[in-house]
């Protein structure tokens, strides 16, 4: 079945450092590729997305590529903020099927100032 | 500004006592899902409805049902809430799964407690 993989958490950041959050995935076809954010006490947000092999997904200075060939959906940030932290989560959606989001088990991010 | 509403944001109740929670949209989508997130976990989803078209994820608990009266709002009942059940419960809607890309949306969450 489908399935998702993230790097464990937490990731502990100084501010103004930079970011990857490993993310890989299983499925059949070519699913749509997504991350999301949750901050403390708070429901998810939808950050960034891609919906085909190559295309680049960004918002808000993150950034993920979706790559067919490794499986992969890495995000990205050049620099990042106290306000970064989060715990973000990596999610795909097949393209036909079911078409209910798979998550992946989310990782912590705490930037330090 | 068109969103997902969640009541209560924080739910208490004792083992074995039904309880419900709600949500509600004012974005006119067609469907609306419920997710459960344990904590430190990913969310799963329990179920959706397609307009009035209920699914059920096949290993979603019998004491785990749902309610959707009209388009806007969505009930989440929980039968016999064990310990187990404790969570934050996540609503989310969407446009419609058939589309290419079909974002969904998601409410704060209500944290469960069950004493």
């Known amino acids: 079945g489908d399935s998702v993989t993230q790097m464990e958490g937490p990731v502990t950041l100084s501010e103004e450092a930079f970011l990857t959050i490993n993310c890989t995935y299983t499925?059949?076809?070519?699913?749509?590729l997504f991350w999301y954010v949750q901050y403390p006490g708070e429901g998810l947000q939808l950050l960034l997305k891609?919906?085909?092999?190559?295309d680049k997904g960004s918002n808000k200075g993150f950034e993920a590529t979706y790559r067919k060939e490794t499986t992969s959906f890495h995000l990205e940030k050049g620099s990042v903020q106290v306000s970064d932290s989060a715990v973000y989560f990596c999610?795909?959606?097949?393209?036909?099927?079911?078409?209910?989001?798979?998550f992946g088990s989310g990782t912590r991010l705490q930037v330090q100032p | 500004d068109a969103m997902v509403i969640q009541n209560p944001r924080y739910q208490v109740t004792q083992f074995g006592k039904p309880v419900t929670l709600s949500c509600s949209q004012t974005?006119?989508?067609?469907?609306m899902y419920w997710y459960q997130q344990k904590s430190s976990q990913a969310p799963k989803l329990l179920f959706h409805?397609?307009?009035?078209?209920?699914?059920n994820e096949a290993d979603t608990p019998d004491n785990f049902q749902s309610r959707r009266p009209n388009t806007s709002f969505c009930f989440l009942d929980i039968r016999s809430p064990g310990l187990g059940d404790a969570a934050m419960y996540l609503c989310?809607?969407?446009?419609?799964?058939?589309?290419?890309?079909?974002?969904?949306?998601f409410g704060p969450g209500t944290r469960l407690t069950v004493l």
């Open positions: 989310a809607t969407s446009r419609d799964p058939g589309l290419s890309v079909d974002e969904q949306f």
């Open positions: 499925a059949t076809g070519y699913p749509s």
């Open positions: 999610a795909l959606r097949r393209d036909t099927g079911r078409r209910a989001l798979t």
């Open positions: 891609a919906t085909k092999a190559d």
């Open positions: 974005l006119n989508h067609n469907v």
């Open positions: 409805y397609y307009d009035k078209d209920f699914n």
